[in-house]
């Protein structure tokens, strides 16, 4: 079982940024689909990112569009979402999720190893 751990999430003002990490000990993300979601509490999980890592193929919410930006390091071990301009509307749990292969229908499909999340606060 692979474990992922996210981290980076805090509270910050509204306009502000903060980058969030994704990774796993020993498990490389070479030829994964690498998502990033959110909830809040009650409502729906939302996608809000994605990348296929082997080839630098990234997918956006439109939400979050032009403010957050999906990328990977260079060894495929960790993913990141640096988000920008932030909004109250983006606190949530932020949680990223992993699966073999590229990232069609990333927003639906079913994840093989999901963390246990990151809590955003934008407070204004």
């Known amino acids: 079982q692979v474990q992922l751990v996210e981290s980076g999430g805090d509270s910050v003002q509204v306009g502000g940024s903060l980058k969030l990490s994704c990774g796993a000990s020993?498990?490389?993300?070479?030829?994964?689909?690498v998502a990033w979601f959110r909830q809040v509490s009650g409502k729906e999980r939302e996608g809000v990112a994605a990348?296929?890592?082997?080839?630098?193929?990234?997918e956006y919410a439109d939400p979050v569009q032009g403010r957050f930006t999906i990328s990977q390091d260079n060894s495929h071990n960790t993913v990141y979402l640096q988000m920008n301009s932030l909004k109250p509307e983006d606190s949530a749990t932020y949680y990223c999720?992993?699966?073999?292969?590229?990232?069609?229908?990333?927003?639906?499909?079913?994840?093989?190893?999901w963390g246990q999340g990151t809590q955003v606060t934008v407070t204004s």
């Open positions: 990348i296929y890592t082997a080839r630098d193929e990234r």
């Open positions: 999720a992993v699966d073999l292969g590229s990232c069609w229908n990333w927003r639906g499909r079913d994840y093989k190893f």
């Open positions: 020993g498990y490389s993300f070479g030829w994964h689909c």
